[in-house]
């Protein structure tokens, strides 16, 4: 097992390098200018190569790529365009929130999909399953953007919870509203991959065998259906993972959350091209560590997984 992830860790280097090289030539070719945004529109051209030259922006973008890298592996990830403050000093002081708000959205979605999705595969063409099946449409179907916008003009403009300094309470209550838009579309997505992965194990012939043999419903669910589809469920989690990305920065800006999600919108809108480059390094690195752990699950229930990388 030791073998297996340290494999998998020494495949991250050169995928997170080649993700950062794609997306670091496609800000160089995007239109706007770092220095026009920085020194304003009535800058003069001298200024902005005098700007450019002191931001290393001058040089060959091959060279401003194997010169940002060699920086971002050493820890330091540059200063700012905007304000010229540490990069990494802005991250690690939002990167709790993010962390916390993605944690608490991915619980609260998995602990209510996953039996609702079991629940829907035993007592399928039941009005259960039917339930089921419009709660995920329903949250497929809603925009996160949507829904967040609904949920704060509800909250704000008829309850009038945000007015003023509310208590324990009701601050309590507001917390859970970026947690209950960040994880409905993630809820939703493994309801329905809970209970297509239940069915396709249940079809299989040696849960008729077992079916056969006197088995009960509930042990032939514990000890072989559900066993062997959390396999494909777990796969179906990878999937979904990436778009809930997508959904940390719609919530961290619907909710004015103070997360890196909104952090690396502000950068993308100023031009900021080591807060955008950071922002989406600690993305990367999240996402391939969720990425590396479900697959060290998937190679505990079925060790078929292993022997592809050997």
Known sequence: MLKYIIKRLLALIPLIAGAMFVIFMLLHLSPGCPATFALGPDSTPAARWEWGEVHGLNDPVLIQYIRYMAGLFTGDFGNSFRNNVSITQEI???????????????????????????????????????????????????PVFWLGLILVRFF???????????????????????????????????????????????????????????????????????????????????????????????????????????????????????????????FIILFAVVKLIVDILQVFLDPRIKEQYK
């Not at 469920?233 to 940390?248: N, Y």
């Not at 103070?258 to 690396?264: A, D, N, T, V």
Request: net charge positive.
């Open 92 to 142: 690690m002081q939002r990167l709790p929130r993010t962390l916390g708000l993605s944690l608490a959205a991915l619980t609260a979605a998995l602990l209510l999909a996953l039996p609702i999705g079991i629940i829907a595969a035993v007592k399928k063409n039941t009005w259960i399953d039917g339930v089921s099946m419009f709660i995920a449409l329903i949250g497929i179907s809603i």
């Open 156 to 282: 704000a403009l008829h309850i009038g919870w945000w007015v003023g300094t509310p208590p324990w309470h009701i601050r309590y209550i507001l917390f859970k509203l970026p947690v209950i838009t960040l994880g409905t579309a993630m809820m939703a997505a493994m309801i329905h991959s809970t209970r297509f992965s239940m069915l396709e194990v249940m079809r299989e012939n040696y849960i008729r065998t077992a079916r056969a043999k006197g088995l009960s419903g509930g042990k032939i669910i514990r000890k072989h259906v559900l066993r062997n589809a959390l396999t494909p469920i777990l796969e179906a989690f990878k999937v979904h993972f990436g778009t809930f990305f997508t959904g940390i920065l719609v919530t961290e800006t619907v909710f004015a959350w103070p997360g890196i999600g909104r952090l690396f919108l502000q950068g993308i809108s100023a031009r900021d091209y080591p807060m955008v480059l950071g922002c989406l390094f600690i």
